[in-house]
């Protein structure tokens, strides 16, 4: 596996225990729908959640959650109404972004809820 597929994977493995800690039910990781993924669905109270998780070793450039541009979120809003649709689902539907930055064996968490909106 390439290194950054692998601090991809160790992001998301972060970000699913953090979570699960604060009492969202993990519904699925890595979801696909043909070309369409979804990092982490989750759900608390009557809400469902759509996670995009964004994994870096630096801020140097940028803050990771800075990379879910519009194009990113207008993938993730069509690829969270398929899973909608394919599992009749009748909840509110938010998008979260949760930014790990991880440097040596640390890692720094930033989870903004309610990050983006969409209009589908």
């Known amino acids: 596996m390439a290194?950054?597929?692998?601090?991809?994977?160790?992001?998301?493995q972060i970000a699913v225990e953090y979570l699960q800690k604060k009492g969202y039910k993990i519904l699925e990781?890595?979801?696909?729908?043909?070309?369409?993924?979804?990092?982490?669905?989750?759900?608390?109270?009557n809400q469902i959640i759509i996670v995009e998780v964004k994994t870096r070793t630096s801020t140097f450039l940028m803050e990771p959650e800075?990379?879910?541009n519009k194009e990113k979120q207008r993938i993730l809003a069509k690829a969270?109404?398929?899973?909608?649709r394919?599992?009749?689902?009748?909840?509110?539907?938010r998008f979260d972004i949760i930014s790990v930055v991880i440097v040596r064996d640390?890692?720094?968490?930033?989870h903004i809820e309610d990050a983006f909106y969409t209009t589908m």
Not at 3 to 12: F, V
Not at 86 to 93: A, L
Not at 106 to 110: H, Y
Request: aromatic share 8%; net charge negative.
């Open 106 to 110: 640390e890692f720094r968490i930033n």
């Open 86 to 93: 394919r599992n009749e689902i009748d909840k509110e539907v």
């Open 29 to 45: 990781t890595n979801w696909h729908a043909g070309k369409f993924e979804i990092d982490i669905i989750a759900s608390i109270s």
């Open 66 to 68: 800075a990379a879910v």
């Open 80 to 84: 969270a109404d398929i899973y909608v």
């Open 3 to 12: 290194e950054h597929n692998k601090l991809g994977k160790s992001g998301e």
